[in-house]
């Protein structure tokens, strides 16, 4: 879909950007900034588009892949939302009315035997 080669596409530049920073596992190097904070939240989003569907985004991006690791792995990130942030989201994108809330009503009714094929 359109939508997910846009956001390949951002996530490219993103990926780009962190090939020619200094070491360390933020946007700015060992330093965390205003841009981890910033998509501590995306990467939320991108969790559960994983959960969703195999959409590529980050396929061949493992520096923002790693920098997606690093943040949910700081304490500050994963505990901005609560415990039941994963459902709620899913709960939420569901009921959009959008080309993802037709994914997850399909999967939802799909037999366990198709959902594993």
């Given at each position: 879909?359109?939508?997910?080669?846009?956001?390949?596409?951002?996530?490219?530049?993103?990926?780009?950007?962190?090939?020619?920073?200094?070491?360390?596992?933020?946007?700015?190097?060992?330093?965390?900034?205003?841009?981890?904070?910033?998509?501590?939240?995306?990467?939320?989003?991108?969790?559960?588009?994983?959960?969703?569907?195999?959409?590529?985004?980050?396929d061949g991006k493992p520096l923002v892949q790693a920098w997606r690791h690093a943040?949910?792995?700081?304490?500050?990130?994963?505990?901005?939302?609560?415990?039941?942030?994963?459902?709620?989201?899913?709960?939420?994108?569901?009921?959009?009315?959008?080309?993802?809330?037709?994914?997850?009503?399909?999967?939802?009714?799909?037999?366990?035997?198709?959902?594993?094929?």
């Amino acid at each position: 879909r359109h939508e997910s080669r846009g956001l390949s596409e951002m996530f490219a530049r993103l990926e780009a950007e962190l090939s020619v920073r200094q070491s360390g596992p933020w946007f700015a190097g060992e330093r965390f900034s205003l841009v981890d904070a910033v998509y501590g939240p995306v990467f939320r989003y991108v969790d559960m588009f994983d959960r969703i569907g195999d959409f590529g985004i980050l396929d061949g991006k493992p520096l923002v892949q790693a920098w997606r690791h690093a943040l949910s792995e700081r304490r500050s990130v994963s505990e901005a939302v609560s415990p039941d942030y994963p459902q709620r989201l899913h709960a939420f994108l569901r009921a959009k009315g959008s080309y993802l809330s037709g994914i997850i009503r399909r999967q939802a009714t799909a037999t366990p035997q198709a959902r594993s094929a």
